[in-house]
Each structure stands twice: as structure tokens, then as C-alpha cells.
């Protein structure tokens, strides 16, 4: 039900902690603000995650996850699987915490909510456990409230520069790189080609600016998010050109940030157009316009 991952030193559920609580699938800007809070504390801090929650895909997988709360200073981190917790009553939720780890403080946002029909509330979790619960006000951006819907909603509008400032960071996805055609290297754009994982929340299929960092060096790219009509290919991948890059990729793991919307997928008459296209795009990308 419960799995645990250490991040920054080793794990050990019977030292004192403090825990973030709530969806935890990213990690937004009043999600920051909250750990920024805990690690005041000096207490090794934990961060809860739920997957497979709120009938949505989730905007990062459990290992971008760990990447994500690792570079924050999080100590651990532990995932529970909504299916699994959903019927749980507000007091065996709390019981299934307290037998895991021997908080000192819990750390959630306003709107926290658990236990079957999501009757559990902030001043329930003080009660039952008798343990300090430092509840911080809700974030809002630009007048709207700061959450991982609103971060979504972004995404699959194809705003990723919206999504990053809400994130407090770019979107990503991590894969290992395939082999595939390489009809992108005969034109002369070699690409990165990853698999998207199953179950991360997809934003739109679109061609984006991104960056790719390899080796200390941050490359500028243009990816392609979805199928190529061009060559006949509804596989859905991302497809990356590092600009500058040369060198072999095959196998190794790469995180595609996607920085801002370029233009919509579509498909040209033929290699030659494309190739057009793509010098347009790359250009844009090296001047910033």
C-alpha cells in the first residue's frame, strides 16, 4: 500500500520527521512554499504522493517524482496508490501514517482533504493524532488558484511557459532513448526519440522550443510531441533535436524540459518541406522570438 523511497540520506521510520501531506503528482509553486516551510523544522522531511487519484493521469511519474522532491531537499518521499487508500475511514488513514513514520508535524495546504469521501479535514488530522498541523492558505497566480488542474488545463492547451511558472519550473519527461528511422538525420536534424510513459498526463501534441541538459551542457532543442503525418507515423513519441549536439544517445536517459509552444503538428508534401520548416523553427528557437 505504501511505498517508500529515500532521497537525501537514509530512511528511518522511527526518527522523528515532518510530513507534507496531500496529491503531491508535481510539485507547483505553493507546494514549494510548503516544503520551503517544513525544512525549517530541521526534521527530516517526508513528502506523501498519490498516483492514480482524481480521474486524471498524473503530471509526473513516481520516478521524475523523486527527481523533482530530491532536488528541493525533501529526506523521502512515499507513494500511496488512491485505489488502495480510497475507502480508508479519515481515522484509518491517520493510523496507517502514525504506524509508518513518528511524525512531529504535518505540513498541507487549506484544501487537504482524505479518508473515504474525502471527510477528513485539516483540524481532524490535529485531533485524532495529536500532532501539530501547520495549514498554509491557498496560492493564486494571475487570479487563479495554483493546482495541479490549473496546470493541466495549461498543458493541454499547449501553454507549457504557463505550466513552468506555475510549476516553478519546466515540464518534463523522462525516457530512455530508441532507436528508430533516422529519416531525421538524413535531413540533418538526428533526433532523440523517447517513448511517452503510460500514465503521465499528456500535454498538447505540438511542436515545442525545449532544453535538454547532457553531460554539464544545456542543449536548445525543438521536440516534436505526438505522430508525424508527414512519413505516415501515428506512433506518439518525442522527438528532439539538441542543437549543436553530436554524439549517440541510444540508451541513455534524458529529461526533454518543454520550455514554449513553436507551432501544431502537421504534415508536408514531403523530406524537403519539412526540412524548411524545421530550420525555420530551430531559428526562432536560437533568436528567442
Not at 518521499?77 to 504506524?99: G, K, N, V
Request: proline share 4%; aromatic share 12%; with cysteine.
Amino acid at each position: 500500500m505504501l511505498k517508500i523511497a529515500e532521497l537525501n540520506g537514509k530512511f528511518d521510520g522511527r526518527a522523528p520527521c515532518v510530513l507534507l501531506l496531500g496529491g503531491f503528482d508535481g510539485m507547483h509553486v505553493g507546494h514549494r512554499a510548503l516544503l520551503a516551510e517544513a525544512k525549517e523544522t530541521g526534521l527530516p522531511v517526508g513528502v506523501m504522493s498519490i498516483s492514480g487519484g482524481k480521474g486524471s493521469a498524473d503530471l509526473f511519474t513516481f520516478a521524475e517524482r523523486e527527481s523533482i522532491f530530491r532536488s528541493l531537499g525533501a529526506h523521502f518521499a512515499f507513494e500511496l496508490s488512491f485505489p488502495e487508500i480510497r475507502d480508508l475511514s479519515p481515522a484509518e488513514f491517520c493510523d496507517l501514517l502514525l504506524s509508518e513514520f513518528s511524525p512531529k508535524a504535518f505540513f498541507c495546504g487549506r484544501d487537504f482533504r482524505f479518508g473515504k469521501g474525502a471527510a477528513g479535514t485539516p483540524e481532524f488530522l490535529k485531533e485524532y493524532t495529536h500532532v501539530s498541523v501547520c495549514v498554509r492558505e491557498l496560492l493564486c497566480l494571475d487570479g487563479e488558484k495554483v493546482s495541479s488542474g490549473t496546470v493541466k488545463r495549461l498543458l493541454s492547451e499547449g501553454d507549457a511557459a504557463g505550466a513552468a511558472r506555475l510549476l516553478g519550473g519546466p515540464f518534463f519527461v523522462r525516457g530512455e532513448v530508441i532507436e528508430d528511422r533516422h529519416v531525421g538525420r538524413t535531413m540533418g536534424f538526428p533526433t532523440a526519440n523517447i517513448l511517452y510513459p503510460a500514465g503521465k498526463f499528456p500535454l498538447k501534441k505540438a511542436v515545442y522550443e525545449a532544453r535538454v541538459r547532457w553531460e554539464g551542457r544545456e542543449y536548445r532543442c525543438i521536440s516534436n510531441f505526438g505522430a508525424r503525418p508527414t512519413f505516415h507515423d501515428d506512433r506518439v513519441l518525442t522527438e528532439t533535436y539538441l542543437d549543436g549536439f553530436s554524439g549517440d544517445l541510444y540508451g541513455r536517459t534524458l529529461d526533454v524540459e518543454f520550455v514554449r509552444f513553436l507551432r501544431d503538428i502537421r504534415a508536408f508534401s514531403g523530406a524537403e518541406e519539412l526540412k524548411r520548416q524545421l530550420e525555420t523553427d530551430i531559428g526562432r528557437v536560437r533568436r528567442g522570438d
